[in-house]
């Protein structure tokens, strides 16, 4: 049972533990990277970490945009031991339903990017109700979902 847990003084290192696959640090952010933005944007957004059962296997922030307003979710990585098992998908389901409960505004609205090679992702990430947007920076496409 996959389940998202708010990372905090307590699970933390176990966030920092995960590794990407060979050749993915050019798609996505290792979470240390994403903390220190976590901690700078503190009062718009919520790191989480990726659980099955008791296992961290992965991590993924949420962020609030007022200017816009949307909802971004930034940064999903699956620890390189466990990828291939469904987790990402399961994982973006959670992400939706807590963003449905609209912790930091009211917006249906939800964005992400993805490097534009990242074959797997794009397939994840349209299977779920992304399209494409036409906004294009340098290699990375937006995708946008309402809820």
């Not at 919520?46 to 200017?67: H, L, N, R, S």
């Not at 999903?76 to 389901?93: F, H, N």
Request: hydrophobic share 35%; net charge negative; proline share 3%.
């Amino acid at each position: 049972m996959i389940s998202l847990k708010r990372i905090d003084e307590n699970n933390f290192i176990e966030a920092f533990n995960l590794k990407l696959a060979k050749g993915q640090e050019n798609y996505v952010s290792h979470p240390i990277r994403s903390l220190a933005q976590a901690y700078v944007y503190y009062k718009q957004c919520t790191p989480f970490g990726i659980y099955e059962e008791k296992i961290m296997v992965g991590y993924v922030m949420v962020i609030y945009d007022y200017d816009v307003p949307e909802y971004d979710i930034w940064h999903l990585m699956i620890d390189e031991k466990y990828q291939g098992k469904g987790y990402s998908i399961k994982a973006m389901e959670k992400v939706l339903e807590y963003i449905k409960t609209k912790p930091f505004g009211d917006s249906n609205r939800v964005a992400l990017t993805c490097h534009k090679d990242n074959k797997i992702a794009l397939n994840l990430y349209e299977k779920l109700g992304f399209e494409y947007s036409g906004n294009e920076d340098e290699e990375v496409k937006e995708m946008i979902r309402y809820l």
